[in-house]
Each structure stands twice: as C-alpha cells, then as structure tokens.
C-alpha cells in the first residue's frame, strides 16, 4: 500500500516541527515536504503533488485563505486547515470550508495529553482527506433550478445528517430547497464543539432560510432550519402538538451530535411522520437510526455515490437496507420535495 505524502504549511518552524513529528507517528503517512508561507506552498504543491495538504490560517505574504483559494484554482488538493484561529475564528474556518478545505484541527498545545489526542485527530483527518473525491469538493454555487413551494402534510420534521464535506453540501440543498419549508429541518453535522453556531450562521446568511443553532427545549417551527448543537446530543420529543428537541451530553458516545441517535428519537416519537436524508461523510453514523425510519414508515434519502465527497455513511445505510431513494447532490432537493409531496 502506498504513503500518503503530507505538505506541511506553517510559518513556524516550531509548529512545523510539531506538525512532522505528529503526522510521522503513522508509518502509512511521509512528509512530502514544508512551507513557510502561501507562495512557498503553491510552489511546493507544483513540484511534490503531495496527497495532503495542512495549512495555517495566519502566514505572511499569502495568508492561509488566499493560499487555499489558489490551491483550488490551480491544483484541487485535499487541505486540512490546522490554526489557533481554528478555535478563536469559527467564522474564518467555515469561510475555509465553503473554500475548498475538507477539514480542519486547532493547533496542539504543549501538553503532552493534547499532542496525543492531537495526533489521533490529525492522522485520522490525513486519511480521510486522502480519500476525498477534489472534483465533488468544487462545486460552484451556480444558479440552480426553483422548486414550487409545496405542502408536507404527511411529514412533520424532515432531519438531514452529514460529515466530512457537509458544510459545503448542506449548502447545495438549502439553497435548492424552496423557502418556506412546511416543516422544521434538523441538521446533525459533526463539528468540533463551538462551530455548529458559526455553520448556522453562515448558512443563514448565505441560503434563504432562516437557520439557527437549537437550543435545548426549543419548540421546532416550520420554515426554520436547525442545527444540532457540537458536543451535545439531540432528541426529538413531543409535549402536546408540539414537537421539542431537548439536548444533553452524552459523552460516551464518539460523535455528538450522533445522526443515529437523533433519527431513533424522530422514529420513536413521530413514526411515519419523518424524512431522513443522508449525506457524504465518512463512518456509518446514521444508518442503524434511518432504518428505524423506513421501518415505521417514514421517507428515507441517501446522496448517490455519484456525488459524494466520501461515500461512507450513505454507503453504509444503504447496505443495510435503510435507503428508499438515492439521488445526487444536486437532485436531492427535488427527490426529497417529490417523495413529500407523494406521501
């Protein structure tokens, strides 16, 4: 089996060093090389190809967003975004994702627990983005086709899970998806805790649908676009004719939000009343909760292969059986509005 070559990308050298030492713990992974800044990166990606890049926001003559908005122009590679402003700037990280980036990571401190845990993290991250379709990671934000507004009468929450490459897809389908949706939509996207609420903030600005970071106890509404809260789990509930979610932690479980169980929740209080969409990430979170779904009677979604950025969790809850429809990315909208408007 082939390396996976990693260009490291940091003005410091010490974080540089850091970075090799972290990333060379793997034997599957060598280091293609460094740069010190956005111009010296360019070059080295011309010359080593490398599978991987990690890149620092902050860098001087070509700072970490100008040097990812070329590396996608020039040569489309897979770039994990690795900075302290992966924590003190969510907004910049989800301007990075919307960029291009597959992933990011905030930088190790110098405890010894954290380099461990970082490195878990971060070679993790390095194979996952090695995999990643760069073709699937550049959609442009063209214009896209209006759907008519309709009815969901048989639905009472439509829940959309995602992973790896979900920020940039979240944005294709809220984008399609005409404005107001009859019914609240919940979103579970794994998300380091403290960006969820910079992810809904950018999709409210950047699709017409008001989205916002839910809250625990919060009364879901109709045309409104939740996103589940980073370090917490998210269960649906019913109190009357109301439908709540109420969020907890769980911290057992590996990821929170965890799609699984948010959908088993839907399945359990709502039945049939429920549309689940899937959507590129790696693992297999989700499936297990969707088949719980199709077996009370809901509408279960899955983006195609296709179009998958990783074809991982879509994958999974299709070989199990959880799946009545598969559609691309750019069609799930219009599956999604058909199989509503059906039942």
């Not at 009859?182 to 996207?189: D, L, S, T």
């Not at 109709?222 to 109301?242: A, F, N």
């Not at 799609?259 to 549309?275: E, F, P």
Request: glycine share 8%; proline share 6%; hydrophobic share 45%.
């Amino acid at each position: 089996m082939s390396r996976t070559s990693v260009l490291i990308v940091d003005d410091s050298a010490f974080f540089r060093q850091v970075l090799e030492d972290l990333i060379s713990s793997d034997p599957n992974i060598t280091i293609a090389g460094h740069a010190r800044d956005g111009i010296e990166a360019i070059e080295k990606i011309s010359q080593l190809r490398p599978d991987v890049v990690t890149l620092d926001f902050e860098m001087p003559r070509l700072d970490g967003l100008g040097c990812l908005t070329k590396i996608m122009d020039q040569f489309p590679t897979p770039v994990i975004m690795i900075s302290s402003w992966a924590t003190e700037g969510a907004e910049m990280t989800m301007r990075a994702l919307e960029l291009g980036a597959v992933d990011f990571i905030a930088k190790p401190s110098g405890a010894i627990e954290d380099k461990v845990l970082s490195a878990k993290e971060l070679i993790f991250k390095i194979k996952v983005a090695a995999r990643v379709n760069m073709s699937r990671m550049a959609r442009s934000h063209t214009a896209r086709k209006t759907i008519p507004g309709f009815t969901a009468d048989g639905c009472d929450v439509i829940i959309i899970g995602t992973s790896t490459g979900g920020p940039k897809a979240l944005q294709v389908i809220l984008e399609a998806l005409p404005y107001p949706v009859p019914v609240p939509i919940v979103i579970a996207q794994h998300m380091p805790p403290g960006f969820t609420a910079a992810l809904a903030g950018r999709l409210n600005i950047t699709t017409p649908h008001s989205v916002k970071e839910l809250a625990n106890g919060e009364v879901l509404k109709e045309g409104w676009v939740y996103i589940c809260p980073s370090g917490l789990q998210t269960v649906l509930d019913k109190s009357g004719r109301d439908l709540i979610a109420r969020t907890a932690d769980m911290p057992k479980q590996i990821y929170r939000p965890n799609i699984d169980i948010l959908n088993a929740s839907a399945a359990q209080v709502l039945g049939k009343r429920v549309a689940a969409v899937i959507l590129t990430g790696m693992g297999s979170d989700g499936a297990n909760g969707m088949l719980e779904i199709k077996k009370a009677g809901g509408i279960t979604l899955a983006e195609s292969e296709q179009s998958c950025v990783v074809y991982g969790m879509p994958k999974a809850a299709i070989d199990l059986g959880a799946v009545q429809m598969q559609a691309p990315l750019e069609e799930m909208a219009d599956t999604l509005v058909a199989a509503l408007r059906k039942k």
